[in-house]
């Protein structure tokens, strides 16, 4: 009777976030072993993969379906970096929105990066950098592989399978004077980023950011976050799951798009 009553609830919460007509449209789809399919989303190029048996559906919803918040950032950013893209649709959001931009998007699991180049083919000004966010270059491990894809989280092992970049890399090597907005959704990883010094020295390039802090995971995470943006960046609110800051050097004038 409890494990009837856990997987009940386990639905109900499910169909809080996606809808009940969804939410029983993927329990059919999975009983019949569908592993993939497809939806049309107005705007894009192509329609999107979303896995049936992932947390996909979660993530399409809150990026492109009925659960996606506006992004109102007040100028047109031009270069966007995107950590932890997942399977590619907050890059697709972004390129909905911001047609004119590059992202780079930076995602280590490689399963994820096919998906991702998968649903994001077409679009020429899409970089992808198939590695990990961290403060600086080392070898990480994923720590947890049987969870969901949307919450792999990382460690530093010599012998681990995936590369690190930082910040600082990417702005060296894409030569960047600038980072119009920065979004960051790593699993608790956001600590490392965030709490070592040299955060202090690409800071003052980011123009807006958006990050998920995940203290469930990482305790601490928030609090590195708003002790390495201030006297950078001011917190403005939150943008769904995301904490959004703005520049302090982005004036009024230059935020209504002069």
């Known amino acids: 009777m409890r494990g009837l009553l856990a997987r009940v609830r386990g639905v109900a919460e499910q169909a809080a976030r996606l809808g009940w007509a969804r939410t029983i449209q993927l329990r059919i789809l999975r009983r019949l072993g569908v592993r993939e399919v ?14 049936v048996a992932d947390s996909d559906i979660y993530d399409f919803t809150h990026s492109l379906g009925r659960g996606k ?25 972004f390129f909905e929105l911001f047609p004119q931009a590059k992202v780079i998007a930076i995602e280590p699991d490689q399963t994820n990066i096919s ?40 460690i530093e092992d010599s012998d681990g399978e995936i590369e690190a970049i930082s910040i600082g890399d990417l702005v060296e090597r894409y030569a ?27 800071l ?26 201030r006297g950078h960046m001011t917190f403005q609110g939150h943008v769904g799951e995301y904490e959004f800051y703005l520049s302090d050097a982005v004036g009024a004038a230059d935020r209504d798009g002069a």
């Not at 950032?73 to 893209?85: K, Q």
């Not at 960047?176 to 690409?202: A, C, M, R, Y």
């Open 38 to 51: 497809r939806i049309s989303v107005p705007g894009l190029k192509n329609r999107v993969a979303v896995r």
């Open 69 to 93: 918040e506006p992004i109102s950032l007040g100028f047109e950013p031009r270069i966007i970096v995107d950590a932890g893209a997942n399977v590619g649709y907050s890059v697709l959001r």
């Open 115 to 154: 998906q991702l180049r998968k649903n994001c083919a077409g679009y020429d000004n899409l970089t992808v950098e198939p590695k990990a966010l961290w403060s600086h270059p080392t070898r990480l491990k994923i720590t947890n592989p049987n969870d969901a894809s949307n919450a792999f989280m990382v």
């Open 176 to 202: 960047l004077e600038t980072i119009d907005l920065l979004k960051i959704d790593i699993e608790g990883s956001e600590k490392e980023v965030f709490e070592h010094p040299n955060s202090q020295t690409w």
């Open 204 to 229: 003052g390039r980011v123009r807006a950011l958006l990050v998920e802090t995940h203290d469930n995971m990482r305790p601490g995470s928030a609090e590195a976050v708003r002790r390495a943006t």
